[in-house]
Nanobody, 121 residues
Framework: QAQLVESGGGLVQSGGSLRLSCAVS????????MGWYRQAPGKQRELVAR?????????VDSMNMKDRFTISRDNAKSAVYLQADNLKPEDTAVYYC?????????????WGQGIQVTVSS
C-alpha cells in the first residue's frame, strides 16, 4: 500500500527559509497531482501549492504565495518539494503533503502525517 514520507520543517526565524520534502513509498502507476497544504491552529486546511500533471507540462495551482513558496517535483523519485522563503510568523502551521495517483486499487488520495513549521518573530 502506498504511503507518503515527509521530511523537513522545524523552527525558523522570520525571513528564513525551509525546504519540505515528500516521497511516495509503495507501488503507484501514475501521479495525477501532488502538492502541499497547511493548517494553522483554529483555521481550516488551505492549499499552498499543487502540481497537476498535464500532457506536456505540469499546471501549478497555488494560493497567492508564489513569490515565497516554490513547488517542484522529481519524477524519478516520485517526490515533491516545497521551498519556502522569506517566511513570516503567519506561515506557522502544520504542512501536509498530498498526492492523487492511480494505483492497483484505482485512484488514491494520499495525505502525509504533517510537518510542523514554526516561524518566530
Amino acid at each position: 500500500q502506498a504511503q507518503l514520507v515527509e521530511s523537513g520543517g522545524g523552527l525558523v526565524q522570520s525571513g528564513g527559509s525551509l525546504r519540505l520534502s515528500c516521497a511516495v513509498s509503495g507501488s503507484i502507476f501514475k501521479i495525477n497531482a501532488m502538492g502541499w497544504y497547511r493548517q494553522a491552529p483554529g483555521k481550516q486546511r488551505e492549499l499552498v501549492a499543487r502540481l497537476v500533471t498535464g500532457d506536456s507540462s505540469d499546471y501549478v495551482d497555488s494560493m497567492n504565495m508564489k513569490d515565497r513558496f516554490t513547488i517542484s517535483r522529481d519524477n524519478a523519485k516520485s517526490a515533491v518539494y516545497l521551498q519556502a522563503d522569506n517566511l513570516k510568523p503567519e506561515d506557522t502551521a502544520v504542512y501536509y503533503c498530498n498526492i492523487v495517483a492511480i494505483a492497483g486499487s484505482g485512484v488514491i488520495n494520499l495525505w502525509g502525517q504533517g510537518i510542523q513549521v514554526t516561524v518566530s518573530s
